[in-house]
């Protein structure tokens, strides 16, 4: 946790989609949680699949330092659409559509988020996809831009496996282009948040004698987090804190890191207008004064994206970019070839 920064908010960073034994996951959610709070997270999201056992024992809350939150993950009965819940009333039908369970999520006040949108493998064979593909559905409030197991699994190959499997850290690359562009897409529309997301099981693995775990929780919890900004510092009431992350989350005052590559707290992406200043998630008027300033607390290549276009690339630990035209403007960071920071948008003159 960062307390106050430069730009006013208070930074938490946390791990989102977080499997436990009351699914498929191989730990109980008392032990990831002191793995997390080891690990230094202001906060986990806890989503197993199908069940709210964990919230209906009065499990959610402070565990020492690190605040656990507990929805679930829904899919439809094909085993698509896989789609994150909190706040819920309890689990919905399995009978619904994805349609549906977006709909009604949204009339309960649950916040929801589209997981895993951008796997392609086939879905035939013992490791098959599951992406996305209701789009026409109304109401969901964000969606994993990067999800660390899925795009290990895209990159699983039979020549590359045990080195994936000892260093599943090190084959990280960034979002892909598709998702990138499929979630500027959706917000010239409306705010959707981008969120990355490391779905962790800890999966056992056996290679003859050799016994291992693949993405240990402890390891996944140093790799993809999310960064939430809320005004006020994380509160210790369990309901109001829940509040100021699920709210920080919807608006998108938040950015994604890979902290592989290096921590990233203290990352700044702020719009500057004539009278206003706003952080990602905001939206000001658009005048050949209006700044995009960016700082970063380590130097990488620096990407200012406007409509899912590269208008601007620089090597150091700041950039300001004069606005050229209304539009969505994000950014994202990298470490040589690999994505380090990605933000969410700023809204300017839109």
């Not at 369970?101 to 997981?115: N, T």
Request: proline share 5%; aromatic share 10%.
């Amino acid at each position: 946790m960062i307390s106050k920064r430069s730009d006013g908010y208070h930074e938490y960073c946390g791990c989102i989609h977080i499997h436990t034994t009351d699914s498929d996951g191989t730990k109980p959610l008392e032990e990831v949680a002191d793995i997390a709070s080891a690990t230094g997270l202001d906060f986990i999201l806890v989503t197993d699949h199908m069940t709210l056992k964990a919230r209906r024992e009065g499990k959610e809350g402070f565990y020492k330092n690190t605040l656990v939150l507990i929805g679930y993950e829904h899919n439809d009965k094909e085993d698509c659409n896989h789609y994150l819940l909190f706040n819920t009333e309890d689990v919905l039908s399995p009978e619904l559509s994805p349609q549906e369970y977006v709909a009604e999520g949204k009339r309960q006040g649950g916040l929801g988020i589209i997981a895993h949108p951008d796997e392609i493998r086939p879905r035939l064979g013992k490791y098959p996809s599951y992406p996305w593909l209701a789009w026409d559905a109304e109401g969901f409030d964000g969606l994993e831009i990067w999800n660390q197991m899925s795009e290990w699994m895209e990159n699983l190959k039979p020549y590359n496996k045990l080195k994936m499997v000892f260093s599943p850290r090190k084959f990280m690359r960034s979002p892909t282009d598709r998702i990138l562009q499929k979630w500027d897409d959706l917000n010239q529309k409306r705010k959707v948040a981008g969120l990355g997301a490391i779905d962790v099981h800890g999966y056992p693995y056996r290679a003859g004698p050799i016994r291992i775990t693949i993405f240990p929780y402890k390891v996944q919890f140093r790799s993809l987090r999310t960064h939430v900004l809320i005004p006020e510092p994380l509160s210790r009431d369990l309901e109001t804190a829940k509040r100021q992350v699920y709210d920080a989350i919807r608006d998108c005052r938040l950015f994604v890191s890979n902290y592989r590559w290096g921590d990233a707290s203290g990352f700044e992406f702020r719009g500057l207008g004539t009278n206003e200043e706003v952080i990602s998630g905001e939206s000001l008027e658009f005048s050949p004064d209006t700044i995009l300033a960016v700082k970063i607390p380590e130097r990488g290549g620096i990407r200012m994206v406007v409509n899912g276009r590269t208008v601007s690339m620089t090597e150091g630990k700041s950039l300001d970019f004069k606005a050229t035209e209304p539009g969505l403007y994000r950014v994202e960071v990298y470490k040589g070839e690999r994505g380090w920071i990605f933000s969410n948008h700023i809204r300017v003159g839109v």
